[in-house]
């Protein structure tokens, strides 16, 4: 085997966690080399939501992690206009039930407004993951980091850093960040890393054309569905199915989201189905992300956002590269991946 290919800072993955952590490192001033196996990834089969309040609402989390989602989603305007990428602000609306919702949302510091059979909050926005993950790319590579295609299957650390084995080549860096997704553990486990603490959460998103799409004027929630207007059609989403690993359509969950979209709006019954994506999403036990120094001497982590990878990927971003390089974590120490260890060593929190 030839000698290693050396970088500054190696990123494993190339999602949205991946890219935003490679984007952040170009901002302060190194050239990443991101590699990735190519192979389509959760961050595509996504809404791409900012949704730092409904999430709240929906997941009934406390103030404290709202007040993370919401700084995830404040961090976005910096990097979308670095990368180029097209936020859409128009808010989000509610269809069903207003309370205990809207009170809820309102005590958690968003705006709440009063809409046609629900309300509506001006403080959720989108993406679109199709146009963002290219853009991060191309910011990368703009920025002097590269991205190239390598099916990672070990590492190793050493004093003088850390070696990367993909096939038959060999790359080495001062640092490596984990951010291969939900599989990921395959590769930090043989370090003693992150152990059983990513758990696979399977999730189908549809997309629909046709009659009755374009009722949907901006992104709308009702309970067990949503909805993303897009311009080549409607998103509706999204399924989770815990513990499963596979990313197999299957014609019963998809025909039971469509059902749950006609439900909301009897038009879409008629709808086509344009396209039906399955993806796997890896979540740590209190599901918020995995971000920072793991354990091992040059080794950090970006995994497992659960389904907010689109949401927290520029905070994560931060997280990571403080540890990796100093400063203040804007997180706080929220999301360092020791969180779950007990004082003695043990594990504090089982999945």
Same mark, same amino acid.
């Given at each position: 085997?030839?000698?290693?290919?050396k970088?500054?800072?190696i990123?494993?993955?190339?999602?949205?966690?991946?890219?935003?952590?490679?984007?952040?490192?170009?901002?302060?001033?190194?050239?990443?080399?991101?590699?990735?196996?190519? /192979?389509?990834? =959760?961050?595509?089969? &996504? *809404? $791409?939501?900012? #949704? @730092? !309040?409904?999430? %709240?609402? +929906?997941?009934?989390?406390?103030?404290?992690?709202?007040?993370?989602?919401?700084?995830?989603?404040?961090?976005?305007?910096?990097?979308?206009?670095?990368?180029?990428?097209?936020?859409?602000?128009?808010?989000?609306?509610?269809?069903?039930?207003?309370?205990?919702?809207?009170?809820?949302?309102?005590?958690?510091?968003?705006?709440?407004?009063?809409?046609?059979?629900?309300?509506?909050?001006?403080?959720?926005?989108?993406?679109?993951?199709?146009?963002?993950?290219?853009?991060?790319?191309?910011h990368?590579?703009?920025?002097?980091?590269?991205?190239?295609?390598?099916?990672?299957?070990?590492?190793e650390?050493?004093?003088?850093?850390?070696?990367?084995?993909?096939?038959?080549?060999?790359? /080495?860096?001062? =640092?490596?960040v984990? &951010? *291969? $997704?939900?599989? #990921? @553990? !395959?590769?930090? %486990?043989? +370090?003693?890393?992150?152990?059983?603490?990513?758990?696979?959460?399977?999730?189908?998103?549809?997309?629909?054309?046709?009659?009755?799409?374009?009722?949907?004027?901006?992104?709308?929630?009702?309970?067990?569905?949503?909805?993303?207007?897009r311009?080549?059609g409607?998103v509706?989403?999204?399924?989770?199915?815990?513990?499963?690993?596979d990313?197999?359509?299957?014609?019963?969950?998809?025909?039971a989201?469509?059902?749950?979209?006609?439900?909301?709006?009897?038009?879409?019954?008629?709808?086509?189905?344009?396209?039906?994506?399955?993806?796997?999403?890896?979540?740590?036990?209190?599901?918020l992300?995995?971000?920072?120094?793991?354990?091992?001497?040059?080794?950090h982590?970006?995994?497992?956002?659960?389904?907010n990878g689109?949401?927290? *990927?520029?905070?994560? #971003?931060?997280?990571?590269?403080a540890? +990796?390089?100093?400063?203040?974590?804007?997180?706080?120490g929220?999301?360092?991946?020791?969180?779950?260890?007990?004082?003695?060593?043990?594990?504090?929190?089982?999945?």
């Amino acid at each position: 085997m030839s000698l290693p290919m050396k970088s500054e800072v190696i990123v494993i993955g190339a999602g949205a966690l991946g890219l935003a952590t490679a984007a952040e490192l170009v901002r302060r001033g190194l050239r990443p080399l991101v590699l990735d196996a190519g /192979a389509p990834n =959760a961050s595509l089969v &996504a *809404a $791409g939501m900012l #949704a @730092p !309040a409904f999430e %709240a609402v +929906l997941e009934e989390v406390s103030s404290e992690r709202a007040d993370l989602y919401r700084l995830g989603r404040d961090f976005w305007p910096d990097l979308a206009e670095r990368a180029g990428i097209t936020l859409n602000r128009s808010g989000a609306d509610w269809i069903g039930p207003v309370e205990p919702l809207a009170s809820r949302m309102s005590e958690l510091g968003f705006v709440v407004e009063a809409a046609p059979g629900g309300f509506r909050t001006p403080d959720d926005w989108t993406l679109n993951p199709e146009t963002a993950l290219p853009r991060l790319a191309a910011h990368l590579a703009e920025g002097g980091g590269a991205i190239h295609t390598a099916r990672v299957e070990a590492l190793e650390v050493s004093r003088s850093g850390v070696e990367v084995y993909a096939g038959d080549a060999r790359f /080495a860096a001062e =640092a490596v960040v984990i &951010a *291969a $997704g939900w599989a #990921a @553990p !395959a590769l930090a %486990a043989p +370090l003693g890393l992150a152990g059983g603490l990513v758990r696979p959460v399977k999730g189908h998103i549809l997309k629909l054309a046709g009659e009755g799409t374009g009722q949907v004027e901006r992104v709308t929630r009702a309970p067990g569905v949503y909805f993303v207007p897009r311009a080549d059609g409607l998103v509706v989403g999204a399924t989770m199915q815990p513990d499963r690993s596979d990313v197999v359509i299957e014609p019963e969950v998809v025909e039971a989201l469509h059902r749950a979209a006609a439900a909301v709006f009897p038009a879409l019954a008629a709808a086509k189905i344009a396209e039906a994506r399955a993806g796997i999403r890896g979540s740590s036990p209190d599901g918020l992300p995995l971000a920072g120094a793991a354990g091992a001497s040059g080794v950090h982590l970006a995994l497992a956002p659960r389904r907010n990878g689109w949401l927290l *990927a520029p905070l994560v #971003a931060r997280s990571v590269a403080a540890t +990796l390089l100093g400063g203040d974590d804007p997180a706080g120490g929220a999301l360092r991946p020791d969180r779950f260890q007990a004082p003695g060593g043990g594990r504090a929190v089982t999945a």
